[in-house]
């Protein structure tokens, strides 16, 4: 089902699952990040969560130091990649450390959103690392390949946080007409039945977020993650009034900030911030996707891998036997 290896850069190669654990913005921490990777998929998370700024060295030196011990304790089970998310959006004052933080590292996979650009490109390059840009459309994915990003990450309709409007079946099919590289598909993809559809659309990992938000490794506030646990694609409201960009998000966090859900005000574009201290006065607006339908319990994060790669398997020998 899944496409040649071959076309894939090495370190996305032999993944156990084909999933990206999509970089969630204030709930993606170390400790998710390697129990995502330890477990077999990629685990990653924005740079902008570790505040002050001085913490992502922190951060990233747990972060290799802990599958670093997991890999020489399972030499038979080694941890999948990580990955950082830049926004690499003019807002963002800290990209310039944040990169260099990266580079000492090596990080393997920079996540880049909110305009390409070919110097952060070739910084990674420079350290030996695999960039994937997401995008909502094809007109984005075009530029991102041209300005030197290794990959796309479609943003489809139905994803949590900045999420698109095309159909994933369109969006991806447009993208597969003239690029051949690494591709994840975001957009309510939250079984392992999804996965296995993403890789039939012609992408080659399914880049899953919210249902990551319930897992007992996320900072997340426990009433966010029942929300999740409670609520299904009807519970989702499409806004660009909390950061100035298109997005997902939980109604019953809308309604708690004394807004309607339902009437809602467009916000203008100039006003996009994804950090600083306009954004403080929507925290408790919780970012969600459509495919939480299928999250019913809070779990370690390596149960839901576990639930995945069941259904994974049992889509795979459905179709195997039809």
Known sequence: MSRSLSKLPPVLQNLPLPIIGSPLFIISNPK?????????????????????????????????????????????????????????????DRLEHDMQVCAKYKVPIVITSLGARTDINDAVHGWGGVVLHDIINNTFAKKAIEKGADGLV???AGAGGHAGV???????AEIR?????????SGAIATGDA??????????????????????????????KQCIV????????????FTGVHGNYLKPSVRNAGLDPDKLPESDPSTMNFGGDKSKAWK???????????VKAVVPAAELVARLKREYAAARARLLGA
């Not at 002050?52 to 941890?79: F, K």
């Not at 095309?166 to 991806?172: E, G």
């Not at 992408?203 to 919210?210: K, N, R, W």
């Not at 408790?284 to 299928?294: E, L, N, R, V």
């Open 284 to 294: 408790d607006i919780w970012g969600c996707g459509q495919g939480i339908g299928a």
């Open 195 to 224: 996965v296995l559809a993403a890789q039939a659309m012609g992408a080659d990992f399914a880049y899953i977020g919210s249902a990551f938000i319930a897992t007992e490794e996320a900072r997340a506030v426990e009433s966010y």
């Open 154 to 156: 479609a943003v489809a």
């Open 32 to 92: 998710l990040v390697i129990a995502q990777c330890t477990a077999g998929v990629v685990g990653s998370m924005p740079a902008l969560n570790a505040r002050p700024a001085s913490q992502l060295d922190e951060w990233l030196h747990e972060i290799t130091e802990g599958l670093a011990a997991w890999n020489r304790d399972h030499p038979g089970q080694p941890a999948a990649p990580f990955a950082i998310n830049q926004i690499v959006h003019k807002t963002n």
């Open 166 to 172: 095309k159909s994933p079946f369109a969006l991806v």
């Open 230 to 241: 409670d609520s299904s694609s009807d519970d989702i409201v499409y806004s660009s009034l």
């Open 177 to 185: 007409e003239w690029f051949d590289g690494p591709l994840a598909l």
